[in-house]
C-alpha cells in the first residue's frame, strides 16, 4: 500500500497543478497552520482537498485556495503499488495529458479557440504529452536489459550436422 509520502513524491515530481507556483514540499494537515510554509502544499486530512496559498501575489497567509488536480492520490497509490514510483510518474503524465485534452474540447466549443484559456491549457496540454513521451523513453532504457556490447556466434553444428 504506497504510503502518503510516495505519493507526495510523486506529486511533486509531475508538477501538477503546473499552472501554480512551485512546490517544493506537500504535507498532510488536520489543522492549516496560520502562517503557511512557502510554497507548500497541504492535503486536508478530514476532506482530502489540497490547498494553498499564493505568497508572491501578496495574499494574506491564511488566504487559502483548493488546488486543481488533475490525477488523483488513489490513481497515483495504485500506480505506485502496480508499478514503482518511476512508472507512476510516467503514467501520471499520460493521465494529465487526457484530462487536459478534455478540458480543451469543452473550452474549445464555449469560448471558441481563440480564448487565452484555451491557448493556455494548449500549452499546458503540449507540456504534459512531452513530458510523458520523455519519461516513457527514459523509463524504457532504464528497463533494457542492452549492455551495448556486440557479438557474434556461429552456429552450432549438432551429430556433424545431419539434423
Known sequence: MATFEQIAEVRLRIDDPADHQSLVEVASAAALPVIPAPYTAYKLLDTGAYVATDLES???????????????????????????????????????????GSELRIIKSTAGA??????????????YKALSADCSE???????????RYGT???PEIAGGQI
Open 58 to 100: 501578496g495574499a494574506a497567509p491564511t488566504d487559502y485556495k483548493r488546488l486543481q488536480l488533475r490525477v488523483s492520490d488513489s490513481r497515483i497509490g495504485d500506480w505506485i503499488d502496480t508499478y514503482s514510483i518511476d512508472q507512476a510518474e510516467c503514467l501520471s503524465y499520460g493521465a494529465i495529458a487526457t484530462r487536459l
Open 153 to 155: 556466434s556461429d552456429q
Open 138 to 148: 527514459r523509463y524504457r532504457d532504464s528497463q533494457s536489459n542492452n549492455t551495448g
Open 114 to 127: 481563440e480564448s487565452s484559456e484555451w491557448t493556455r491549457l494548449l500549452d499546458l496540454y503540449k507540456y
